[in-house]
T-cell receptor, first 111, second 113 residues
Framework: SQQGEEDPQALSIQEGENATMNCSYK?????LQWYRQNSGRGLVHLIL?????REKHSGRLRVTLDTSKKSSSLLITASRAADTASYFC???????????FGPGTSLSVIP | DGGITQSPKYLFRKEGQNVTLSCEQN?????MYWYRQDPGQGLRLIYY???????QKGDIAEGYSVSREKKESFPLTVTSAQKNPTAFYLC????????????FGAGSRLTVL
């Protein structure tokens, strides 16, 4: 079962611009996380937002969560070429002891 | 340094052969996971384990087997019953089920010839 769905599938922006990625999910969750993956590597955890939180910041990252719409967004401000990677949202369903990942957004930041 | 070690990084297999992918962690994490990733795709859960000597099937367990005899180790065997095993395999761990922030290994790329 695929819980999260990211949008857009691919995003290309100029260095210095902001990048926004969205994630939608289907069931009740305990928390939602965002991960980053450089090509051919493992995933790296970026940020976790709990179901009772609405917004969270970490450096240039800003995550929002709307549980009524079952959606989240990840904003990367002042993007850099080094931000080029795939970004995945992951949800921790309340009914199951597992973390489910969406298909990801591929971000390209052009210098 | 604490982390997760996956080996081998690259593995080639002939059809009909079983192969075992190693995953070792020194983070003292209780929970461990195996995911499969196909080109341009997200991660699909194969198996997970919350405690030693116990594990549960994920969404695509058919053709795979695991064991959890030690807290540090969670090997994955890709059996000949797995019809399309060529993929990138990722092992992860988390402190416990609660919060479930995952730490990932670098991955193992399996190619069936």
């Amino acid at each position: 079962s695929q819980q999260g769905e990211e949008d857009p599938q691919a995003l290309s922006i100029q260095e210095g611009e902001n990048a926004t990625m969205n994630c939608s999910y289907k069931t009740s969750i305990n928390n939602l996380q965002w991960y980053r993956q450089n090509s051919g590597r493992g995933l790296v955890h970026l940020i976790l937002i709990r179901s009772n939180e609405r917004e969270k910041h970490s450096g240039r990252l800003r995550v929002t969560l709307d549980t009524s719409k079952k959606s989240s967004s990840l904003l990367i401000t002042a993007s850099r070429a080094a931000d080029t990677a795939s970004y995945f949202c992951a949800t921790d369903e309340t009914s199951y002891d597992k973390v489910i990942f969406g298909p990801g957004t591929s971000l390209s930041v052009i210098p | 340094d604490g982390g997760i070690t996956q080996s081998p990084k690259y593995l080639f297999r002939k059809e009909g052969q079983n192969v075992t992918l190693s995953c070792e962690q020194n983070l003292n994490h209780d929970a461990m996971y195996w995911y499969r990733q196909d080109p341009g795709q997200g991660l699909r859960l194969i198996y997970y384990s919350q405690i030693v000597n116990d594990f549960q099937k994920g969404d695509i367990a058919e053709g795979y087997s695991v064991s959890r005899e030690k807290k540090e180790s969670f090997p994955l065997t890709v059996t000949s019953a797995q019809k399309n095993p060529t993929a990138f395999y990722l092992c992860a761990s988390s402190i416990t089920r609660v919060a479930n922030v995952l730490t990932f290994g670098a991955g193992s790329r399996l190619t069936v010839l």
